[in-house]
């Protein structure tokens, strides 16, 4: 998996609105570093905003575990109750930052303009964005993914294209897949992961070698092999499992 050509595998770990100290604690102290170093994979974990230091903290000891967040304003400085700017999250380590997930599309109605404007903040500070697409199950029964997937990247394109842009992340995540046990054939995300690279490459000056395609949606330490040994499929985005220090330990260990 890791001749000399291929990227490095990536596992994303959004443990959403969960978490505690306690859990924080326990879950690292029961994962193994040497298990880690001797994995072919990568691993970001994506903690609820309060415990980014913590988190951060416990994986200085890792050299393949990075930090992650799972949302930025679109705001760098001043007057915005409640919010979190790219500056805070550099500032505190933050090296990956989920955008356009699913959950704030639907719950917080964020729209493709704005979660590109957020990735070109991220883009400028040195933090890479993944940039969450997918369709819903409907939009998958009337044949429209390519259209939605397309529709939720174009504004990305346009954004960065003249822009000094590091590389381009996007989590393909079919909405009807995410925290339902239903995930998607894996020989199917791997011809949408193609599609989108093909789409990217035709509209972007940008080499391959730059553009990740990750799926998510169900993915379980039993599932993922299938997923992550195709080879337009350059990581994954996990939910659920990823907050199971058991789950994760199970991943990491198979794949040398
Ligand atoms: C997600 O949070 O994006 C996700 C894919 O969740 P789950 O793995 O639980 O389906």
Not at 28 to 51: C, G, T, W
Not at 139 to 165: C, V
Not at 174 to 191: M, R, Y
Not at 204 to 233: A, C, M, T, W
Request: glycine content about 8%; aromatic content about 10%; overall charge positive.
């Amino acid at each position: 998996m890791t001749n000399g050509k291929m990227k490095k595998k990536i596992i994303i770990g959004n443990w959403k609105l969960n978490g505690s100290l306690n859990m924080i604690e326990n879950f690292f102290k029961n994962l193994r570093i040497e298990m880690f170093q001797s994995s072919a994979l990568d691993f970001v974990i994506a903690p609820p905003f309060p415990y980014l230091m913590n988190v951060g903290r416990m994986i200085r000891r890792y050299h393949n575990v990075f930090l992650g967040a799972q949302n930025v304003d679109l705001h760098l400085i001043g007057a915005y109750t409640g919010e979190i700017s790219s500056l805070i999250l550099k500032d505190v380590g933050v090296k990956y930052t989920i955008v356009g997930h699913s959950e704030r599309r639907m719950y917080h109605l964020e729209k493709d303009a704005e979660i590109a404007k957020k990735f070109l903040l991220l883009q400028k500070e040195g933090i890479i964005p993944i940039l969450c697409v997918g369709e819903s199950l409907s939009e998958k029964r009337s044949g429209n993914t390519e259209s939605i997937l397309m529709k939720q990247i174009r504004p990305i394109i346009e954004m960065i294209r003249n822009t000094d842009f590091l590389k381009i992340m996007i989590a393909y995540e079919p909405v009807w897949s995410i925290g339902t046990g239903n995930s998607e054939d894996p020989s199917s995300v791997q011809k949408t992961a193609e599609f989108i690279k093909g789409y990217i490459l035709d509209n972007l000056d940008i080499r391959r070698e730059f553009l990740f395609i990750h799926y998510g949606g169900s993915v379980n330490s039993k599932n993922f092999q299938e997923f992550i040994e195709k080879p337009d499929i350059d990581g994954l985005l996990i939910g659920k499992c990823s907050i199971e220090y058991r789950s994760i330990s199970e991943i990491f260990s198979k794949i040398k």
